[in-house]
């Protein structure tokens, strides 16, 4: 049964950093190509970051390029977010994502909240 937790969600201030957690079973991180989605209030989900299965090659919205790094550990089968130099508007849920056996999944999410 493929499950998705994330995790490493909070409150934290301008320019602060957080790095967030996506523990997976049911599957494996390594050979699947795994995302980061975000939503805010009132907005729809868009993609945040992305890593391919091979040669784990990354791709990240215009807003947070340079800000925000994905990687993963094969070893613990997670998948992380490093975010850097967050901003008021990085506030959102963010949602790990992947399509493995034919279907899409979705973690329950985890609260992000840039504020002073």
């Known amino acids: 049964q493929v499950h998705l937790a994330e995790s490493g969600g909070g409150l934290v201030q301008p320019g602060g950093s957080l790095t967030l957690s996506c523990a997976a079973s049911g599957f494996t991180v390594s050979i699947n190509s795994m995302s980061w989605y975000r939503q805010a209030p009132g907005k729809e989900r868009e993609l945040v970051a992305s890593?391919?299965?091979?040669?784990?090659?990354?791709n990240y919205a215009a807003s947070v390029k340079g800000r925000f790094a994905i990687s993963r550990d094969n070893a613990k089968n997670t998948v992380y977010l490093q975010m850097n130099s967050l901003k008021p508007e990085d506030t959102a849920m963010y949602y790990c994502y992947v399509f493995v056996y034919y279907r899409n999944y979705w973690g329950q999410g985890t609260q992000v909240t840039v504020s002073s």
């Open positions: 890593i391919s299965s091979i040669g784990s090659s990354t």
